[in-house]
Each structure stands twice: as C-alpha cells, then as structure tokens.
C-alpha cells in the first residue's frame, strides 16, 4: 500500500536555527515524486519543494533542502535560518507513477513552532 | 495571476441541503483535483479529473459528484449534505504526469448542522 508518515506531530525550533521535519513512505514503484507542503494557519496549502526518485542530486529552493535517501525511503525536509514567519503546518505528500490520475497521497503533517 | 480560485470560502449547510463548491484555474493545467482535509489530517482526494471530459473517483468519493465544465471549471456536489462532510475542500490543479506539482486553491471552509 502506498503511505507517508509523518512521526513528529509537533516540533519547536528556535529563530535562525535549522530544522528537520521527517518524512518516510512507502511504495513498490521505481518511478514516483515526492512533494512538501506548508499550511499556515491561515490555510492554503503552499508548495515548497519536489524530488523525484530518479533525481540524483536532492532538491533545493532557497532555505528549503529534501534530505532524499531512497534506500531508506525517507525525504525528510530541512528548514535553514528558521524564521517566525515559517511556523506552520508542514505536510508531505507522494506522487506514484502508476496512478495515472496523479492523485497526491499526504502524511498527517507536522506542526512546526518557530520560537523567537 | 489568479492561480486556483474556490468559492465560496465559507458555508454552513442544514443536514439534508445541498451545494455546489466552484474551483477555476487559469494556469492552463489538464488536471484538476478536489480534496478534503479533516482535523489534524493530511488531505484525501476526493475525485480527480485528469484532463477536460474525464472524471475519476478518488479515496473518499461517497456522498459527491462532480463536474468538469470545462478545461478551467471543476465543481464538487453534495447532494445531501450530512455532518460527515463538515471538512476544509481543496481544489487543485496541474499539468498531466507524475512529475507535476500540484497547485491549491485556498479552501472553502463546510459546516452541515
């Protein structure tokens, strides 16, 4: 069955400091993409950053990096230089290849504090 | 750029009524999707339509409908409405394949007393 888990339901971080948001998942697809996700409290959903399994350098977008390890089926995400404005909910999501549909399948997310 | 558009973005519905939630894009994107995100959970996919006169149900499509206008309009029904489907929907959209990020709207807030 194809599932993300997301094991930290909340986390707090200090201003400026990094932080790692975990992320595992499972599937028996080669071929797949993998997707992170903020919600603010206001709620819309912002995308953030995209790895595909075939990529082999992980992905990076400003302070946003994906820590893709793909024999452990992880994609954690990294925040650098947190700021107060990045406190949120965070979400990953998969994209399986074989579902022509495309449909996204979400962890539960993580709740990201970022204390000043 | 407008990106996806929901309306509307708040409602309250009796058990039993009925509405229609509206998503448009103008990105130009074939696939359009509705999701529903309950509580301290990630979102479920609804139906999806993979490109202009397709539709496909998703994880959770009990109790909807839907209807692609067109290759910018996506609206999910409920028939009749029940307090199950008190939830935050989601439309989004993309380009076809499984290499494209998918864009949100910003929600529509459904509350069935």
């Known amino acids: 069955a194809q599932k993300i888990t997301q094991t930290q339901p909340g986390m707090f971080v200090q201003e400026k400091e990094a932080v790692t948001l975990d992320c595992t998942y499972d599937?028996?697809?080669?071929?797949?993409?993998l997707f992170w996700y903020k919600q603010p409290s206001s709620g819309e959903m912002i995308f953030l950053i995209y790895?595909?399994?075939?990529?082999?350098q992980n992905a990076t977008e400003g302070r946003y990096s994906l820590n893709f390890q793909k024999a452990r089926k992880s994609a954690n995400l990294v925040i650098s230089a947190s700021q107060l404005g990045d406190s949120a909910m965070y979400f990953c999501?998969?994209?399986?290849?074989?579902?022509?549909?495309?449909?996204?399948?979400f962890g539960q997310g993580t709740e990201l504090s970022v204390k000043p | 750029n407008a990106g996806v558009t929901q309306t509307p973005k708040f409602q309250v519905l009796k058990t039993g009524q009925s509405m229609t939630l509206q998503c448009a894009q103008d990105?130009?994107?074939?696939?359009m999707y509705w999701y529903r995100q309950d509580p301290g959970m990630g979102l479920r996919l609804i139906y999806y339509?993979?490109?202009?006169?397709?539709?496909d149900k998703g994880e959770v499509p009990n109790g909807y409908n839907v209807s692609r206008l067109n290759k910018r309009e996506f609206s999910l029904r409920l028939e009749s409405a029940a307090p199950s489907q008190t939830s935050v929907y989601f439309c989004?959209?993309?380009?076809?394949?499984?290499?494209?990020?998918?864009?949100f709207g910003p929600g529509t807030r459904l509350l069935v007393l």
């Open positions: 989004a959209s993309s380009e076809s394949g499984w290499r494209e990020t998918q864009y």
């Open positions: 599937t028996s697809d080669q071929s797949y993409g």
């Open positions: 790895q595909g399994s075939y990529d082999e």
């Open positions: 999501a998969m994209r399986p290849f074989y579902n022509q549909g495309g449909k996204l399948i």
């Open positions: 990105m130009n994107h074939n696939s």
């Open positions: 339509s993979a490109s202009e006169g397709t539709t």
